[in-house]
Nanobody, 115 residues
Framework: QVQLVESGGGLVQPGGSLTLSCAAS????????MRWYRQAPGKEREWIAV????????NYADSVKGRFTISRDNAKNTVLLQMNSLKPEDTAVYYC????????WGKGTLVTVSS
């Protein structure tokens, strides 16, 4: 049974940091490209970060570049999203995605950036 379970969301003040975690099971994690997406209230889901399965190269949306870092631990079947210098506009539900020939999605974790 394929599962992606996000955790680590919560309430944080502007300028603060959070680390999101996505635990994967039920598929060969190391063979999948992993992405983080987010969906803010009233907006479409947007891609924000990717890490490949081949060489672990990364890429980011302009909105988070320089503030967010994606990483993966294939031994633990986990992908992380380190988020620094958080802004109110980062408030969203954050989703983990695994892609190879199919897409798997988690149910998301809510991040609220507010004073």
């Amino acid at each position: 049974q394929v599962q992606l379970v996000e955790s680590g969301g919560g309430l944080v003040q502007p300028g603060g940091s959070l680390t999101l975690s996505c635990a994967a099971s039920g598929f060969t994690f190391s063979s999948y490209t992993m992405r983080w997406y987010r969906q803010a209230p009233g907006k479409e889901r947007e891609w924000i970060a990717v890490i490949t399965s081949t060489d672990g190269s990364t890429n980011y949306a302009d909105s988070v570049k320089g503030r967010f870092t994606i990483s993966r631990d294939n031994a633990k079947n986990t992908v992380l999203l380190q988020m620094n210098s958080l802004k109110p506009e980062d408030t969203a539900v954050y989703y983990c995605n695994a892609h190879r020939y199919v897409d798997y999605w988690g149910k998301g974790t809510l991040v609220t950036v507010s004073s």
